[in-house]
């Protein structure tokens, strides 16, 4: 007796295009390559610390915060991935410091903004005179984030 499936019974799988792999490079021109970038550092956690000008005012733009410390927050507890740094205006305060769009905010004046809900976070960031932000740089849930559209 034949054990073996029909051929025609074998689910159908639609394989991606082939794509080419990148050009050989020499081992000696690596380093400064930009596809053969090994510089981690750019994704550890580092602080940045703002303060708001006297009379500093928050407005509400495009449905986050545009601080005259010069960004925007998108994110919360229900994205489950966390608040995102969505804008940084050029020659801002937060530029200056450091501060760029894809930016996770772990933490800001020692309260964590893993898994905070939005409207706290913009509490927070509202009231505080002196800002002590812990940030990544976290391109990949950064972009999920921005998929999911949720604020």
């Given at each position: 007796?034949?054990?073996?499936i029909?051929?025609d019974?074998?689910p159908?799988?639609?394989?991606?295009?082939?794509?080419?792999?990148?050009a050989?490079?020499?081992?000696?021109?690596?380093?400064?390559?930009p596809?053969?970038?090994?510089?981690l550092?750019?994704?550890?956690p580092?602080?940045?610390?703002?303060?708001k000008?006297?009379?500093?005012?928050?407005?509400?733009w495009?449905?986050?915060?545009l601080?005259?410390?010069?960004f925007?927050i998108?994110?919360?507890?229900?994205?489950q991935?966390?608040?995102?740094?969505?804008k940084?205006?050029p020659d801002?305060?937060?530029?200056?410091?450091?501060?760029q769009e894809?930016?996770q905010?772990l933490?800001?004046?020692?309260?964590?903004?893993q898994?905070?809900e939005?409207?706290k976070?913009?509490?927070?960031?509202?009231?505080?005179r002196?800002?002590?932000?812990?940030?990544?740089?976290?391109p990949?849930?950064y972009?999920?984030?921005?998929?999911?559209t949720?604020?």
């Amino acid at each position: 007796m034949d054990s073996r499936i029909p051929y025609d019974d074998y689910p159908v799988v639609f394989l991606p295009a082939y794509e080419n792999p990148p050009a050989w490079i020499p081992p000696h021109e690596r380093v400064y390559h930009p596809d053969y970038n090994n510089e981690l550092t750019q994704f550890l956690p580092r602080i940045i610390t703002l303060k708001k000008p006297p009379g500093a005012q928050v407005s509400l733009w495009n449905s986050c915060l545009l601080f005259q410390l010069g960004f925007n927050i998108r994110g919360g507890k229900a994205s489950q991935l966390g608040i995102f740094i969505s804008k940084v205006i050029p020659d801002s305060d937060a530029h200056r410091a450091g501060l760029q769009e894809g930016d996770q905010v772990l933490a800001v004046n020692d309260v964590d903004f893993q898994d905070i809900e939005h409207s706290k976070a913009v509490e927070i960031l509202k009231t505080a005179r002196e800002i002590s932000m812990r940030v990544r740089f976290f391109p990949y849930n950064y972009h999920r984030q921005k998929e999911r559209t949720v604020h």
